[in-house]
């Protein structure tokens, strides 16, 4: 026994996580399956779903959990909890039924009653006092009355199809039926005659639902391999539409999700509890996360998750290692600019931060130039709300990159960085307009190739013209480009630019399609940054997030290729991505990149080979950094003087051949000539 608890210990203190701490936990000596909690006399309770029973603890003590009470039943891998008005009920897919349980003396918990009415279920919900069992069999939902908690009495059901998974709020019930991708919303104002509002049908496996209290959006959750979170704008229920859509393990999938607070806290299996800041539901953060695993699988760690105890600690069950206690730490939330900083003014720049545990104690902003060291200055709270501050970076001169990263602690010793790797990883902006060495719009076609030995794709080969858009209806989304990145050209890669009467017609199909770029060629820099604009659609058809999408580099035509990036997630329209290419290349002097596009078979895997893949390229270029140099610094002894304009006249009429070094420090508007704008810009420095 030592040496298990040992080896326990040893597997959660190294847990991953991100913004949630591990507060206590209880392992149990079989399966568990789906928790939930109830505060009472004072007391915090969990109440964990086991193989052959149901265990209560009290978490008041969430560092010493105490096992109070079991409640036995019939063996199974599957139960569902709710709590209400001092009973918990309890459902499983065992054929007995609903058990009612009588908690208000929590050291004399005990059966008082169970529900016969039908043999198993598969979930159970309570709202306002009704229960809902669904799952079970004759009716897809039945509906109890719990005005006497003990003895639930039979108001009504719904016969539609088999429903996975409910919500309810506001006297509408939110299902799930899973086996046909199918979304319902039913109003239950008449409590004894449900009424199905509206149903849709989308790609996936619909498992549950969460429905924000705005009632202007929904959250599904996909219970499959790639499952997503979903979200639905449902503010009009004649165009119902999904907005966006969140993965975390195109192997792994979602299971129960939860929302409070504008947040979706959830349980996801081999990769934990999740949560996800959905305060801009088109644009989900994913905020706080603690692995209760390290088993790979896709129905194996935690199954479910529940977040409503009034200390707001999260409690978890993890199917193989038992009860997890967490509470959430510190939220940082940060979209870094998408335009170019000026040159030479102040630059503000805010996050969103929120302390879950304890008042801020520490809020620090770490920021560098480029090629500089790191710099810390402390956040203020910014006057557009409490939960948001600021920092303010004195004027740049030059043009340059950079970079920076928050760090916050609160009273309670809990810290967040953000990015997670801070230094070793952080949000990098342009400031000013750096010089461009290397462009290559994607206008016309010179040098690549489509097709490499090695394609097999029997659809989708990537193809050069204007893009026909394909337009998912399903999901008011398109998979394929009606235009290109471009806001002055109409031109660039895409895969298979045929249309027909499906949105699958020319899709990528049956393998994978190459496209090779020609080998780039770059002048002396510092640093390098490749820039390109991609579309990548993998979320859509019978089998989203399944395939990825990779780049390949090398830097001799009889080099080997190797990886440069690759992802499984879609862009959700066009979508510039950026890469230092001292990552890659020991000597900047040649690049060449292959794209690949595909759609995988993985025999005997009958999951694989369904996505709707569809990609392109476009806007690719390559722009310079330098060390150690000083706009209007001509002559380049560290100084801005008469001199250096003297110099920059001499290189307009001709008279100096300047090195790259004076070129990039006399090109102070950054358009790659030296005019007689640059020298009146050295005329101010010097006189200002």
């Keep these: 026994m030592k040496f298990i608890i040992s080896i326990l210990f040893i597997s959660l203190s190294f847990a991953d996580s991100f913004n949630m701490q591990l507060v206590g936990h209880l392992p149990f000596d079989q399966q568990c399956s789906d928790i939930t909690g109830f505060f009472l006399h004072g007391r915090e309770i969990a109440v964990v779903g086991l193989y052959n029973g149901t265990a209560f603890v009290d978490i008041t003590d969430p560092q010493n959990p105490l096992e109070l009470q079991r409640i036995s039943g019939d063996g199974s891998i599957w139960r569902d909890l709710k709590y209400w008005n001092n009973h918990v009920y309890i459902g499983t897919e065992a054929s007995s039924g609903v058990q009612v349980v009588d908690v208000s003396d929590l050291e004399n918990i005990h059966l008082v009653h169970t529900i016969t009415d039908f043999d198993n279920s598969h979930n159970i919900h309570v709202w306002n006092g009704y229960l809902f069992v669904i799952g079970a069999d004759e009716h897809d939902i039945w509906i109890y009355d719990l005005s006497t908690p003990e003895i639930p009495t039979l108001i009504s059901t719904w016969d539609g199809e088999y429903l996975h998974d409910i919500d309810v709020y506001n006297n509408k019930i939110y299902g799930m039926g899973i086996y046909t991708g199918t979304a319902y919303i039913i109003d239950i104002l008449d409590i004894t005659n449900p009424t199905t509002l509206i149903s849709w049908n989308y790609p996936g496996m619909a498992h549950d639902a969460a429905v924000f209290h705005n009632e202007q959006f929904l959250a599904t959750a996909d219970e499959m391999e790639g499952g997503h979170i979903k979200i639905w704008d449902i503010s009009d229920y004649n165009n119902i539409f999904q907005v966006t859509s969140f993965q975390v393990n195109s192997s792994h999938t979602v299971h129960n999700i939860y929302f409070k607070d504008n947040l979706i806290i959830g349980s996801w299996y081999a990769d934990g509890t999740r949560v996800l800041d959905v305060t801009d539901p088109h644009n989900p953060v994913e905020v706080g996360y603690y692995d209760t695993t390290e088993l790979e699988g896709l129905y194996v760690g935690n199954w479910g998750t529940y977040t409503y105890l009034p200390s707001g600690l999260i409690i978890s069950s993890d199917i193989e290692s038992g009860l997890y206690i967490m509470e959430m730490g510190i939220s940082i939330s940060h ?25 801020i104690s520490v809020s620090e902003f770490h920021y560098k130039d480029f090629f500089g060291d790191w710099e810390v200055i402390n956040l203020i709270s910014c006057e557009i709300g409490e939960s948001n501050y600021c920092a303010t970076i004195p004027p740049i001169n030059s043009a340059t990159i950079l970079n920076y990263y928050f760090y916050i602690e609160n009273i309670n010793g809990q810290s967040s960085t953000l990015p997670y790797l801070g230094q070793n990883d952080p949000f990098s902006v342009e400031v000013g307009e750096l010089s461009i060495i290397v462009d290559d719009d994607l206008e016309s076609n010179i040098g690549w190739v489509v097709g490499d030995p090695s394609d097999d794709a029997t659809a989708g080969i990537w193809e050069f013209g204007n893009p026909n858009g394909v337009y998912v209806s399903s999901m008011n989304i398109y998979s394929q480009p009606e235009n290109d990145y471009s806001l002055d050209g109409e031109l660039c890669f895409i895969t298979g630019n045929s249309t027909g009467s499906s949105e699958g017609v020319d899709d990528v199909d049956g ?57 499984n997630s879609s862009t959700l329209g066009w979508e510039v991505k950026h890469f230092y290419l001292s990552n890659y290349l020991e000597n900047f002097n040649q690049i060449q990149f292959k794209f690949i596009a595909s759609d995988l078979y993985y025999d005997g895997d009958n999951s694989s080979g369904g996505s709707l893949v569809e990609a392109g390229i476009d806007e690719l270029n390559f722009k310079a950094l330098y060390d150690n140099y000083l706009l209007g610094d001509a002559n380049l002894d560290g100084n801005i003087d008469v001199t250096d304009v003297i110099i920059m006249v001499n290189i307009i009429l001709g008279i100096t051949n300047p090195s ?8 102070l508007d950054g358009d790659g000539l030296i005019t007689i704008v640059d020298i009146v810009s050295v005329v101010n420095i010097i006189l200002f």
């Design 511 to 567: 393998g994978v399609t190459s496209l090779i770029s020609p080998m780039f060629y770059f002048e002396y820099a510092d640093e390098i940054i490749f820039n390109f604009a991609l579309w990548y659609s993998n979320n859509l058809g019978n089998n989203p997030g399944s395939d990825s999408f990779n780049i390949e580099y090398r830097n001799l035509i009889e080099d080997s290729w190797e990886i440069f990036y690759s992802t």
């Design 660 to 667: 790259e070094n004076i070129i990039v420090n006399s090109d």
């Design 335 to 359: 979209t870094p600019n998408n335009q170019n900083y000026f040159l030479n003014e102040e630059i503000i720049i805010n996050a969103e931060i929120q302390s879950f545990s304890g008042d």
